[in-house]
């Protein structure tokens, strides 16, 4: 049986387009452009976007926000059914989270030369003594996602420091 129209939407460019909007969020807040949304059986079912600025909280990174609000909404800590779309490619810190949380997918955009845990400064995805391992697909809306980020960069550094913070 052929799949309906609306199901042929939801494909990684249409959850990575949803996890764009959470990084429209953040950078309207003067944060870091990065946003996620976890999905399970094509739903989404938890969002988040960067806000370590803002809430004073060096761990609030896209994917733990995304990832504490699936947890909470499907009152499970374990999302292993899940998958997750962030538009950086995630951090030590999140790569960790994702691994605690059992997400069985991620999917990210841009890469992140800095401190990408996907293979830009090491890979802990692909670490043998882990317990669980993620599939992991990198580059989806790429360039969209960069753009982003790289938008966001130059504006700042355009900005006098006293205009920096204003929100958009
Ligand atoms: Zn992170």
């Known amino acids: 049986m052929a799949e309906s129209p609306t199901r042929l939407m939801l494909n990684d460019e249409f959850f990575m387009r ?4 959470q990084a429209e969020a953040a950078g ?4 870091v452009p990065v946003g996620a949304v976890v999905v399970l059986n094509r739903e989404i079912v938890g969002r988040g976007f ?3 600025i803002g809430d004073s909280d060096p761990s609030a990174h896209a994917e733990i926000a995304a990832l504490r609000d699936a947890a909470r909404r499907l009152e499970n800590y374990r999302l292993p059914e899940c998958e997750l779309f962030v538009t950086l490619e995630p951090c030590v810190m999140c790569a960790g989270a994702i691994l605690h949380a059992r ?3 991620v999917v990210y955009g841009a890469r992140d030369p800095k401190t ?6 090491l890979d802990l995805f692909a670490e043998a003594h882990l317990n ?8 989806v809306l790429a360039e969209r996602c960069g753009r982003l980020l790289s938008a966001f960069f130059s504006e700042r550094r355009m900005k006098k420091p006293a205009e920096a913070d ?3």
Do not use: M
Request: charged share 15%.
């Open 18 to 21: 949803e996890a764009l909007y």
């Open 28 to 31: 309207c807040l003067g944060e």
């Open 50 to 52: 960067n806000s370590p």
């Open 103 to 105: 997400i069985a997918r």
């Open 116 to 121: 990408g845990a996907h293979g830009s400064i």
């Open 132 to 139: 669980h391992h993620t599939e992991v697909v990198g580059g």
């Open 166 to 168: 204003a929100p958009c």
